[in-house]
């Protein structure tokens, strides 16, 4: 088959020297130092070409609400309050315009894949559901967007919500969610998030351990369901900040658990550094999950966005080179090989957590970003930005660096 298009001078991990890639037919047809061919040439002059970014925890349905809010203690609960009235007049072409805004920012950003939670309830119905449906649909061209339904308020203390979550996995919903730390009863909760996962055949995502108490933990009951069910590979967790609180033997214990289970962990650090340890009368914890320590024990970890521009993360852009270069300076990452981490954990991390292929090899999928660095270590330290993107081979945006002009 002939190329489609070159990508010229590229550095790759792993390579020594730039390298060529032939891209034909929306996949990766070759990878050599000069590949000959009369195919249109894209020259990366040096910089570091790498698999698309893979944004695997955001709420699409409640970005850029900022403005319709009032944030006074800046707390968690604060947070689901307000978006809780907020969502219940939400209307389809409002989720629509205000999530088609974000998504746009994130394929600028070099993100190709996506799982967003939607929440499902009562209150907001199946409204953002549709919106959000819309939009994978209308941009599938550069982006492939999960859709997770999601329990935000509960399930016991709401018992609609389990048939409104069961409905939306009828009608192309991806997976499903819950959220045990705003149930009062976590283990039951958690239960019938599996069950759902279960009757459907598709993995759970949990919003969990969402403070800094190290006490009273839920990832033993999400751990024990996992292994019950036989569930392996199928499930994550984002927040986990129980885990920041808690000393290292004891992490390293739910560590093992967690990796034999096969369930990753998402670290959020935009939303978990604002919203806890706002009660500390001095030296404020970090409050961040200890992703280095879970990965040295084989637990699969990501980095993602969470919220936008809302009440609870009033701050943000969607890009996740920002949020691994946040969570490196955070976590105290200095090791090269600690520093990459954060970058596998913005790719080839999540892309594991949503079962898909990631990365540039001959056949694969062209799901590629250029990003204006020559190492995934450098692009981290350096948040540097992405200079262009494409999508199964197609150029889906450019984003020329910037030129500095004489005085």
């Given at each position: 088959m002939l190329p489609d298009l070159i990508i010229a001078g590229a550095r790759l991990a792993g390579h020594t020297v730039p390298m060529d890639i032939a891209i034909g037919a929306g996949r990766v047809l070759d990878i050599a130092?000069?590949?000959?061919?009369?195919a249109p040439r894209h020259d990366a002059a040096g910089r570091l070409l790498a698999g698309g970014l893979v944004?695997?925890?955001?709420h699409l349905d409640k970005t850029e609400i900022l403005d319709r809010c009032t944030i006074n203690s800046g707390t968690l609960s604060e947070a689901v309050v307000e978006t809780a009235r907020l969502k219940a007049a939400f209307?389809?072409?409002?989720?629509?315009?205000r999530a088609a805004g974000v998504v746009?920012?994130?394929i600028s950003h070099g993100t190709t894949a996506m799982r967003t939670f939607v929440e499902i309830d009562p209150r907001g119905g199946m409204?953002?559901?549709e919106a959000i449906k819309a939009i994978r649909r209308d941009y599938a061209h550069a982006i492939d967007i999960e859709i997770c339904a999601f329990a935000q308020e509960g399930l016991t203390n709401e018992p609609e919500t389990e048939a409104l979550l069961a409905a939306a996995l009828a009608d192309g919903a991806d997976l499903v969610g819950g959220c045990s730390y705003t149930d009062p009863d976590p283990a039951e909760h958690i239960k019938r998030i599996f069950d759902l996962a279960e009757r459907f055949g598709v993995r759970a995502d949990f919003h969990v351990d969402f403070d800094l108490d190290p006490a009273g933990s839920d990832l033993p009951t999400i751990i024990a369901e996992t292994e019950r069910r036989g569930?392996?590979?199928?499930?994550?967790?984002?927040?986990?900040?129980?885990?920041s609180a808690m000393?290292?033997?004891?992490?390293?214990?739910?560590a093992d658990r967690l990796a034999h289970a096969g369930i990753g962990v998402v670290a959020l650090p935009s939303t978990d550094l604002f919203l806890l340890g706002r009660d500390a009368g001095k030296l404020s914890p970090r409050g961040v999950a200890p992703l280095l320590q879970l990965a040295s024990s084989g637990v699969v970890?990501?980095?993602a966005s969470n919220n936008i521009l809302n009440p609870f993360t009033p701050f943000g852009d969607a890009s996740l080179m920002r949020q691994a270069n946040l969570f490196a300076n955070v976590a105290h990452l200095a090791r090269q090989t600690d520093v990459e981490l954060a970058f596998a954990a913005i790719g080839a991390n999540p892309a594991r957590l949503l079962g898909r292929a990631h990365g540039i090899e001959v056949g694969g999928a062209a799901d590629l970003v250029l990003i204006d660095a020559t190492s995934p270590s450098d692009a981290v330290r350096r948040a540097a930005p992405v200079l262009a993107g494409w999508k199964a081979g197609r150029q889906t945006f450019t984003r020329p660096a910037a030129t500095l002009l004489s005085g």
């Open positions: 130092p000069l590949i000959a061919s009369e944004e695997c925890h955001i209307t389809e072409a409002d989720v629509y315009a746009e920012q994130a409204r953002s559901f569930w392996h590979g199928r499930v994550a967790c984002g927040h986990a900040t129980k885990l000393p290292r033997n004891e992490v390293a214990v739910i970890t990501a980095i």
